[in-house]
Nanobody, 112 residues
Framework: HVQLVESGGGSVQAGGSLRLSCTYTRRPNYVTWFRQGPGNGREGVASIYTGGGDGYYADAVKGRFTISHDNAKKTAYLQMNTLKPEDTAMYYC?????????WGQGTQVTVS
């Protein structure tokens, strides 16, 4: 069983930045950030392999968002720069352990 806790959301003006954190109880192989905006389905934003390497990004966030992780802190991060109103959403992190998906409770990001 894995527990995930997201934090770092908030309200910012367009062009601003936020850094989201996802703390987990057991280090997964991959951590993926998803988001779900008003009236939209859940979409993948960024993913990273905790064993090393670069992250993978949705086209909508490439060049603005950066995913990273700190294995010692059991935490993954999503640095979000140059935020746009269309980035407004609930952001979730997800991992998979032994074939089971685990989700956090989400953190709200509002860009005006």
């Amino acid at each position: 069983h894995v527990q995930l806790v997201e934090s770092g959301g908030g309200s910012v003006q367009a062009g601003g930045s936020l850094r989201l954190s996802c703390t987990y109880t057991r280090r997964p192989n991959y951590v993926t950030w998803f988001r779900q905006g008003p009236g939209n389905g859940r979409e993948g934003v960024a993913s990273i392999y905790t064993g090393g390497g670069d992250g993978y990004y949705a086209d909508a966030v490439k060049g603005r968002f950066t995913i990273s992780h700190d294995n010692a802190k059991k935490t993954a991060y999503l640095q979000m720069n140059t935020l746009k109103p269309e980035d407004t959403a609930m952001y979730y992190c997800k991992t998979n352990c032994r074939g089971t998906d685990y989700w956090g409770q989400g953190t709200q990001v509002t860009v005006s």
